[in-house]
């Protein structure tokens, strides 16, 4: 396990300065990277999917428990120092990591065995695209544990009706059951970071069974959630062509036009994409 003192020898060693552009804030408490395995339910059966593992805590952790890990780093100095830190720490699981260096946001494949879980600390300013995107990307993934801000994880596991339900909430559960699983305070991290952070839980489940494309339902979410206060029929005007195309499509999936969008779960959203006359 990396603590304080091992995270801080390792940034002097590359002269690393976190940025904010990459989200890059470090876990040095072993006590929570513990805690985020524990919670991730992996086992010893699983393949392992990590995004931005920084100076290799919770890669650390993860490798203890997990068949193997696939950790994807875009800084290239941490990208090639991620081998060294698992061939000190942990010599007996060097063979089951291995480290892509891509951006997570554009990697198109994971190499080696199917990835069954993903486990992250993810980059804080491109959480919510990455995890749609490696969702989208891998229909193997059967579960995961994300940390996250502590606001974009109430995002993630809001129910409809609620304040904070919105895009985020839609599109992550045209994939999965999504739950909050608990809370992580500033000062695990190095440097610590000036939000509070959340962990967000999920299990992969089928999507809503429609006619329409996940694409088309994606374009009636955004759509509908570009201006919250409108109702449904104003709001969809321009994707559907008109304010009648709307309404009659929304009269279809059996809505009533002046509903607003965070009021409609996934498969609401699924129904009104159906009734939708969509272009090429």
């Known amino acids: 396990m990396l603590g ?36 991730s339910k992996i086992t010893a059966e699983d393949v392992v999917v990590e995004v931005g593992p920084g100076l290799g805590s919770l890669t650390l952790a993860l490798l203890a428990v997990a068949r193997r890990v696939v950790a994807i780093e ?71 544990l994300v940390m996250v801000q502590s606001e ?29 699983a608990g809370a992580i305070g500033r000062n695990v991290f190095w ?22 494309s996940r694409e088309q339902v994606f374009a009636v979410i955004d759509a509908a959630f570009a201006q919250r206060r409108k109702a449904l029929r104003p709001a969809l005007r321009n994707l559907a062509g008109s304010a009648d195309a709307a309404e009659e499509a929304l009269r279809k999936a059996g809505i009533d036009p002046m509903t607003r969008g965070e009021q409609l779960d996934v498969h609401a959203f699924a129904r009104i994409a159906e009734g939708v006359t969509w272009t090429a």
């Open 191 to 212: 440097p610590a970071p000036n939000v509070d952070s959340g962990l967000v839980a999920w299990t992969r489940r089928e999507p809503p069974v429609t006619t329409a």
């Open 74 to 144: 875009v800084d290239p100095l941490l990208a090639a120092e991620l081998p060294a830190t698992i061939a000190t720490y942990a010599p007996a699981q060097a063979g089951a990591f291995e480290v892509v260096h891509e951006d997570a946001l554009r990697i198109q494949q994971v190499p080696g065995p199917a990835p069954t879980a993903l486990v992250a600390n993810l980059p804080y300013n491109v959480s919510v695209p990455v995890l749609l995107h490696l969702l989208a990307l891998l229909p193997s993934l059967e579960r995961g």
């Open 152 to 180: 974009v994880a109430d995002r993630l596991a809001a129910p409809p009706g609620s304040k904070t339900y919105g895009v985020p909430s839609v599109k992550a559960a045209w994939y999965a059951d999504v739950r909050r």
């Open 4 to 39: 304080p003192a091992e995270v801080r020898t390792l940034a002097a060693k590359l002269d690393l300065r976190p940025t904010k552009q990459r989200g890059q804030n470090f876990v040095i408490d072993p006590n929570t990277v513990r805690r985020i395995v524990t919670e």
